[in-house]
């Protein structure tokens, strides 16, 4: 079984989504988490929520869904987090410069496409290469920044902290920031299909496969998850200067990049990449400390003690006699 | 019209999607969109109209309607549609010769068809083909159970016999014309690869469907538009319009000039001359309209030409007016508002100054070289006026031409004209001259079938547009004998005495005024008589003749200037003289109309060289008085108005079966919520 706290977040998560639709007016808000911790479990779906004062009076004023989606980006950016405001900063932070990678890229693309001939297709096929190359390329040099930025961060907040530790988990932050990467790859790729998906016809009258909105899904699906994952690889690698690692990142990403050239070839594209994900998922998982041991443990349904309360206990003057 | 001007199409439905600006640079249809659909380009709707009482036309749902294609080509095809087809509801594609009424009733009285897109029939029907009514103009003309009743509602005289009357019925689907061969190939190819029934089952998905889009504003009828648009006005800050009435203007000329800005002498006489120059279809702004209207206002735009010339015209006791009725079609929108401009003094003349009256309608398919003329049976009987005198003119003139006038019988009513609003208000004597005796000779009256080769123009091959606008066709003789009888017995009524013989139409002008007004009316003559910045009025489509609600057409246009060609004079006045008449001395602001033309190209250069022209071409309002005096249900005055409308168009694409719908779905899901899926698995 997960532990208490995993449990509280699903929880919390599940019954945040539920509620949007909700009427606020069953919803406790409280600032307790100890009350926190009791009602999540006993009043589902009517929760209470872990809401700083701001939003609480958001909440009262009727505003519900606006507060909930918040506090679904804070969940969906900082599962195992406990300082949810900071993560989803960060993820904004993050996929803030995914979308500067791209628009530089775009821009060198358009510049050389209204330099060069625009008749001479091969020219202009080969430019679209270059483009998605340079692409590639500009996204892994904005995510080593991005790790540059959050090493001066977390020195920056280890500083001013009370116990000289970091509040932020760097292993967290490279999970967080390959996620919002992903994210924001993702919706970028996906939202211009599925705005024309919502029309009434599919594609396929010129002959194309009708395949096309299932695959763009998939596609989409997976460089997601390769985001996510190589946001993992490479902050590991980066903090353990394994140069090797950001390499294979690096090829990996262009190597996905380039399969999607064999489109609309979808089988000789789609297995490979599920094919790289499936790898980059299993080496991000050993990167982040995970083990067969620890998949065992969580297999097998055990409970943990509360550690927080034999902590408590632990540290509790004993009574003198 | 269309609710909001130009261009409405904004840069797709995603609020992302200027991430193709970054792609592409422009904005019009990303590469997915033109994977998916392919729009049709060339296609005409059917709108609805509406009178007093009741709607006519089309409507689609408010985003279009949708359904499998099937091609319809001979009456079996149907059964498929209406029984047997498994994936209803269907879009029709049908084959032009199908379209009639037998058909059209079979298709509005079930749920299972979307909407309908006819092809065009080449060549034209054979049996003809007609969507007017069989009675044209019912109610609004003379005959009434007060006047004539024997006469009315077509009991003698059944004017258009073809008519099916498609045109004034209402449809719940919309109907489509697609003009482009090439582009109802496409549509047929796209249904022979993927909807043919394949050994007796349905066809597999995906299938080839089509959307058409034509939502209409306005319903029910003229009354309840109006007011809904009153309402707009008073309440709404951004007021809605949902309907609008045809309107546009009449042109009028006549032979000496008059001062315009005071009412004429009563004892002043005047002849009418007048025809209409609209026609209309099935189909919005699709009317050639070559014999219903275009061969008869050629005719009378020659027999001006002609009169002018004369020699002696000033000295003519009697003045003629020529007038140019729009919106005829739509139960006499500019005759009836001219008749009512001259009852309520707002009109130069008054009924009292007409002395006779001569109309011209549909001229160009005479039999052999009879000329029949028709003249109101009840004021023959009530005769007090001298009937006579117009037609011994004309047989007079018809001497020596080839042309033989004769007379219908007596007791035949007159046919549907703007003679008969005249006669609603006043008795005027007058004749009405046409080619046909009792029904019409035109067997596409008020269609889209009404053109040149109708009236059986005909060019030779390999001519260039210059030679073509120059070559004399059969056609054009044939209305120059019509013209030059007209011009001289209008001579003689208006009191001529000399000889006639002088005073002949030219062919060459009317075979020029056929090209520019029934094929292009982007022609070197069309551009060297306009004002420099009307230019962009000639277009390099086929010319359509439709009264329309904004103004004025095209049509009025042209027919002003070049009227103001063929009757006007070349004064030696300069830009700013010919643009501001009422600063030059001698110019005679009211009697004369001044136009600053942008003249003919020169042959070695490519700059015009305008000139100014004087004339006494004149517009005059056409908007039914029932507007005026807002009487929505009128039935006494014309009542039609147009429906507004935002977008109208069509495309096809392949439609999926609905499981692989339900697997896009979760597809979608999927990818979405695949982040979801990752926060809930355990990561230290």
């Known amino acids: 079984m997960w532990p208490r706290e995993r449990k509280e977040d699903f929880c919390l998560q599940i019954c945040l989504i539920f509620s949007c639709a909700l009427p606020r007016a069953d919803c406790h808000v409280s600032h307790d988490s100890h009350q926190t911790a009791n009602s999540t479990t006993k009043n589902f779906p009517c929760c209470t929520c872990d809401l700083e004062p701001r939003q609480t009076t958001a909440a009262a004023d009727g505003s519900a869904c606006h507060s909930c989606m918040i506090l679904n980006l804070r969940i969906l950016s900082a599962s ?191 297995v490979p990449i599920y094919i790289i994900t499936f790898c980059m998922g299993i080496w991000a998982f050993f990167t982040a400390g995970g083990s067969f041991h620890n998949i065992l443990k969580c297999l097998s349904c055990k409970q943990e003690d509360d550690s927080r309360v034999m902590m408590y206990s632990a540290l509790q003057v004993p009574f003198e006699d | 019209g269309p609710a909001c001007g130009g261009g409405c199409r904004f840069c797709g439905s995603s609020s992302l999607k200027w991430a193709c600006v970054l792609s592409s640079g422009s904005c019009e249809g990303n590469s ?6 392919i729009p049709l380009n060339k296609t005409a709707p059917c709108v609805r109209l509406l009178n007093a009482t ?84 019912d109610g609004f003309g003379v005959y009434s159970k007060d006047y004539g009743p024997q006469y009315a509602h077509c009991n003698r005289t059944v004017w258009n016999p073809v008519g099916s009357g498609l045109s004034y019925e209402d449809f719940d689907f919309p109907i489509f014309l697609l003009e482009d061969a090439n582009e109802t190939q496409v549509i047929k190819q796209c249904y022979q690869d993927h909807n043919v029934p394949t050994d007796g089952s349905g066809p597999e998905y995906p299938l080839c469907a089509m959307q058409l889009f034509s939502h209409m504003h306005a319903v ?181 031409a080839n042309v033989t006038l004769q007379e219908v019988g007596f007791s035949q009513s007159l046919p549907p004209s703007s003679f008969q609003r005249f006669l609603r208000a006043r008795h005027i004597p007058g004749v009405v001259l046409t080619d046909h005796q009792a029904s019409f000779q035109n067997r596409y009256y008020q269609s889209m079938y009404d053109t040149p080769e109708n009236i059986r123009m005909q060019y030779p091959e390999g001519l260039s547009p210059e030679e073509t606008l120059e070559y004399v066709t059969d056609t054009a003789k044939s209305l120059a004998e019509v013209a030059t009888v007209v011009a001289r017995a209008l001579y003689r009524l208006a009191g001529g005495a000399n000889d006639t013989s002088a005073i002949q139409a030219d062919p060459k002008t009317i075979t020029q ?93 490519t700059s015009r060289v305008p000139y100014c022209v004087r004339s006494t071409v004149r517009l005059s309002k056409a908007l039914s008085p029932a507007f005026e005096l807002r009487e929505w249900g009128s039935t006494e005055y014309s009542t039609w108005t147009e429906s507004r409308w935002k977008e109208i168009r069509a495309r096809i694409f392949l439609v999926a079966s609905k499981e692989l719908e339900v697997s896009l779905h979760f597809a979608w899901c999927l990818s979405s919520e695949s982040s979801l899926f990752l926060t809930v698995t355990p990561i230290q």
């Open chain 1, 80 to 270: 195992a987090a406990r300082v949810p405001c900071l993560s989803s900063l960060f993820s904004l932070c993050r996929a803030f410069f995914w979308l500067v990678s791209l628009l530089l890229a775009s821009l060198i693309w358009f510049i050389l496409v209204h330099l060069s001939d625009q008749g001479n297709a091969r020219l202009q096929y080969g430019l679209l290469v270059f483009g998605a190359a340079v692409s590639v390329l500009l996204q892994e040099a904005f995510r080593f920044a991005y790790f540059k930025l959050l090493k001066k961060a977390d020195e920056g907040l280890a500083t001013i902290s009370e116990d000289g530790r970091s509040p932020i988990s760097l292993k967290q932050m490279a999970y967080v920031s390959g996620l919002s990467f992903g994210i924001i790859s993702g919706v970028f790729s996906v939202i211009n299909i599925l705005a024309d998906s919502i029309g009434p016809g599919i594609v396929g009258i010129h002959g194309d496969s009708p395949y096309y909105f299932i695959t763009s899904a998939f596609l989409t699906m997976a460089v997601v998850l390769l985001h996510t994952f190589w946001g993992v690889i490479f902050f590991d690698a980066c903090e353990k200067r394994r140069y090797w690692c950001l390499g294979l990142v690096v090829i990996s990403h262009l190597v996905t990049s380039g399969l999607t050239f064999l489109n609309p070839w979808y089988v000789a594209s789609l």
């Open chain 2, 220 to 400: 029910t009828s003229t009354v309840t538009c109006m007011r809904r648009n009153s309402i707009q006005n008073t309440f709404s800050i951004n007021p809605e319009t949902v309907c609008d009435p045809l309107l546009d203007y009449n042109v009028w000329s006549t032979l000496h000039p008059i001062n315009s800005s005071e009412k004429v002498d009563p004892k002043k006489e005047f002849i009418m001359v007048a025809t209409r120059i609209d026609s209309h279809s099935f189909f919005w702004n699709i009317a050639p309209g070559a014999e219903s209207a275009v061969s008869s206002f050629v005719t009378h735009l020659a027999a001006a030409e002609a009169l002018h010339k004369a020699s002696d015209v000033h000295l003519l006791q009697r003045n003629i007016m020529f007038t140019f009725f729009q919106g005829e079609t739509f139960d006499y929108i500019g005759s009836s508002r001219m008749v009512y401009d001259m009852e309520k003094d707002k009109f130069p003349l008054r009924l009292e100054n007409i002395h006779s009256f001569v109309e011209l309608n549909q001229v160009a398919l005479r039999n052999g070289s009879i000329l029949w003329m028709h003249t109101d049976p009840v004021s023959r009987l009530n005769a007090t006026v001298e009937p006579q005198v117009s037609e011994s003119s004309l047989y007079n003139s018809s001497v020596g």
């Open chain 2, 32 to 37: 997915v969109e033109r994977k998916i659909y």
């Open chain 2, 54 to 137: 009741h709607q006519i036309g089309c409507q689609s749902s408010i985003s279009g309607d949708t359904g499998v294609i099937h091609v319809v080509e001979k009456e079996e095809d149907l059964n498929w549609v209406l029984a047997d087809g498994p994936h209803p509801p269907y879009m029709i594609l049908l084959d032009g010769n199908l379209f009639n009424r037998k058909v059209m009733q079979q298709l509005k009285g079930t749920s299972r068809v979307s909407g309908l897109a006819v092809s065009i029939a080449k060549p034209n029907p054979p049996q003809g083909f007609s969507p007017g009514l069989k009675c044209p103009n």
């Open chain 2, 513 to 605: 005024m056929l090209y520019g007004f029934l094929i292009k009316m982007n022609n070197s003559w069309f551009q060297s008589i306009i004002k420099p910045d009307l230019k962009g009025i000639l277009g390099d489509d086929v010319p359509q003749h439709y009264v329309a609600v904004s103004s004025p057409v095209n049509t009025t246009y042209l027919v002003q200037y070049v009227l103001a060609n063929l009757t006007g004079t070349v004064v030696n006045l300069t830009k700013e003289e010919c643009l501001n008449p009422e600063k030059t001395p001698n110019a005679e602001k009211e009697m004369y109309d001044y136009a600053w033309v942008q003249g003919s190209l020169d042959p070695n250069s």
